[in-house]
């Protein structure tokens, strides 16, 4: 009789431990679904962040060279005012001096002129004293 005893324990252990494990099966089995279920979800919207964020790059790279492009527009044109405004130094000097030896000459001429003055006058005197 204990034999019987223990063959129903033993049955009744196994059907016990089969519903069991089944039962921890199938909320593993929920788990994992719900589990796999958010890590889809996670991974569908990082793809979309990484996408996001790609394009955003693209566009920041765009950007860039659009800047350096213009940057280097400007320095190109920085250049060019800097070698006009060197030119017009140069010429404003070449000038300056042109004047110098322009005024020299017209002081030179207006003694030249005045000591032709004073001699006009000179020699009118000398001819109404003369008369």
Known sequence: MSMI?????????????YYMQNKST???????????????NQNRKLKEELSDT????EKTKTDLKKLRTERD???DQIDDFELEVNKLK?????LAKEIEKLKCELN????????RKEEIVELKK?????K
Do not use: H, P, R
């Open 5 to 17: 005893y223990l063959g129903i324990g033993l049955v009744a252990g196994a059907a016990v431990t």
């Open 26 to 40: 199938i909320a593993t089995n929920t788990n994992n679904n719900s589990e796999i279920d958010t890590l889809t």
């Open 54 to 57: 790609s394009n955003e790059l």
């Open 73 to 75: 527009s400007s320095e």
């Open 90 to 94: 140069k010429t404003n000097s070449n």
């Open 108 to 115: 030179e001429y207006e003694m030249l002129y005045n000591a």
């Open 126 to 130: 000398q001819l109404e004293n003369g």
